[in-house]
T-cell receptor, first 112, second 113 residues
Framework: RKEVEQDPGPFNVPEGATVAFNCTYS??????FFWYRQDCRKEPKLLMS???SGNEDGRFTAQLNRASQYISLLIRDSKLSDSATYLC?????????????FGAGTRLFVKA | EPEVTQTPSHQVTQMGQEVILRCVPI?????FYWYRQILGQKVEFLVS????????KSEIFDDQFSVERPDGSNFTLKIRSTKLEDSAMYFC???????????FGPGTRLTVT
């Protein structure tokens, strides 16, 4: 089983649509969770951290379900500029030693 | 807004040569990281560094790789004898503390010929 698994997509949606991305992780001892976006040939950029209580930042909502080892990202009212690859990122470990695992990413295309 | 910087943006080298990739992390951050991304593949963790020593490393980070913080600002990745398969984008990142959000530099594209 892959450590961090995402649906590769691509997701093709019209502007204004709501789109949801899912991610599962295999290590139940994982400590912290994030969503990043990556544009073609650029560095990953932090989108948001993910907490068990859920968190929202404008049009973006992230959820974590530790029992199911599942993370989600919801984008409302999609914009053309949201077109990118969305990366699910998990930090494993503790006690000073952390390993950061990236999912392979979900590609999103938002069309006019 | 503080950012992570990396130099050079593109490095071309011949197989068997040594390369040093440079990074300046965000100044108040304590943890530093190197990642690589082969074209079309996912971002892969190489190593994390804290308090002047390696905190964690992946299976990819073998004896041909080393990291160093030679002064108070730079963080370097050295590849001793490059192979064709080392061709990739190398990203440096830093975080305030372990497990916190990581901020990435723009990357160095390494091409080994």
């Amino acid at each position: 089983r892959k450590e961090v698994e995402q649906d590769p997509g691509p997701f093709n949606v019209p502007e204004g649509a709501t789109v949801a991305f899912n991610c599962t992780y295999s290590n139940s001892a994982s400590q912290s969770f994030f969503w990043y976006r990556q544009d073609c040939r650029k560095e990953p950029k932090l989108l948001m951290s993910v907490y068990s209580s859920g968190n929202e930042d404008g049009r973006f909502t992230a959820q974590l379900n530790r029992a199911s080892q599942y993370i989600s990202l919801l984008i409302r009212d999609s914009k053309l500029s949201d077109s990118a690859t969305y990366l699910c990122v998990v930090n494993e470990g503790g006690g000073g030693g952390f390993k950061t695992i990236f999912g392979a990413g979900t590609r999103l295309f938002v069309k006019a | 807004e503080p950012e992570v910087t990396q130099t050079p943006s593109h490095q071309v080298t011949q197989m068997g040569q040594e390369v040093i990739l440079r990074c300046v992390p965000i100044s108040n951050h304590l943890y530093f990281y190197w990642y690589r991304q082969i074209l079309g593949q996912k971002v892969e963790f190489l190593v994390s560094f804290y308090n002047n020593e390696i905190s964690e490393k992946s299976e990819i980070f073998d004896d041909q790789f080393s990291v160093e913080r030679p002064d108070g600002s730079n963080f370097t990745l050295k590849i001793r004898s490059t192979k064709l398969e080392d061709s990739a984008m190398y990203f440096c990142a830093s975080s305030l503390d372990v497990g916190y959000e990581q901020y990435f530099g723009p990357g160095t594209r390494l091409t080994v010929t």
